[in-house]
């Protein structure tokens, strides 16, 4: 089965900074790749996704891009906030089916 | 629209118990997914429904995990009996079907076995 791999796990930055968080898949037939904001005893909730007939995707300050060469893709923010701060998961999957979440990156923003 | 809802939203038990949990998916979604969340590690696909079918069941343990989804609508997922290591957030999440693949998750429900 797929197997996604997430780094950093830990991640802190200055407000206004960006931050990138990187994560490789191991099945070559995935074609669905959503990330998600999980705050401190909530659910994970959707900020951004791509499918693997694009190589870049962008929502005002959030940003992926996939290289399905080599099998990793990547979240950017711009213009860190402190409310930005947060537990990031990013997932991997075959039309949605067996999605398969890396590890997680807890993001600091400092004011 | 009303989100995923589940219940309870917090369970003790002991070791070698029993414990279900409930999930009612966002209305029309035909996908259902039950995940297993441990603190610090991302969530895991226990099993996924379409309708009132298993999708995926690969990662349930399923000597003691049971799920059904008898109607193709509310879900229960069943631990017995419960052992330490499945202490974690048991997640609920629904999708429809087709080319809109976002997965809206519910609160969760908190199980510490003991």
């Known amino acids: 089965g797929e197997n996604v791999e997430q780094h950093p796990s830990t991640l802190s930055v200055q407000e206004g900074d960006s931050a990138v968080i990187k994560c490789t898949y191991s099945?070559?037939?995935?074609?669905?790749f959503p990330w998600y904001k999980q705050e401190l005893g909530k659910r994970p909730q959707l900020i951004i996704d791509?499918?693997?007939?694009?190589g870049e995707k962008k929502d005002q300050r959030i940003a992926v891009t996939l290289n399905k060469t080599a099998k990793h893709f990547s979240l950017h923010i711009t213009e860190t906030q402190p409310e930005d701060s947060a537990v990031y998961f990013c997932?991997?999957?075959?039309?949605?089916?067996?999605?398969?979440f890396g590890a997680g990156t807890r993001l600091t923003v400092k004011p | 629209e009303a989100g995923v809802a589940q219940s309870p939203r917090y369970k003790i038990i002991e070791k070698r118990q029993s414990v279900a949990f409930w999930c009612n998916p966002i209305?029309?979604?035909?996908?259902l997914y039950w995940y297993q969340q441990i603190l610090g590690q991302g969530p895991k696909l226990l099993i996924q429904?379409?309708?009132?079918?298993?999708?995926?069941d690969s990662q349930l343990p399923k000597d003691r995990f049971s799920a059904e989804r008898l109607k193709g609508v509310d879900s229960t997922l069943k631990i017995q009996p419960a052992k330490l290591e499945d202490s974690a957030v048991y997640l609920c999440?629904?999708?429809?079907?087709?080319?809109?693949?976002?997965?809206?998750f519910g609160p969760g429900t908190r199980l510490t076995v003991t």
């Open positions: 791509i499918r693997s007939n694009v």
């Open positions: 999440a629904s999708s429809l079907v087709g080319t809109v693949y976002e997965q809206y």
């Open positions: 429904f379409q309708n009132n079918g298993v999708v995926d």
């Open positions: 997932a991997a999957s075959y039309n949605n089916n067996d999605m398969r």
């Open positions: 209305s029309g979604h035909a996908t």
């Open positions: 099945d070559s037939a995935s074609n669905y």
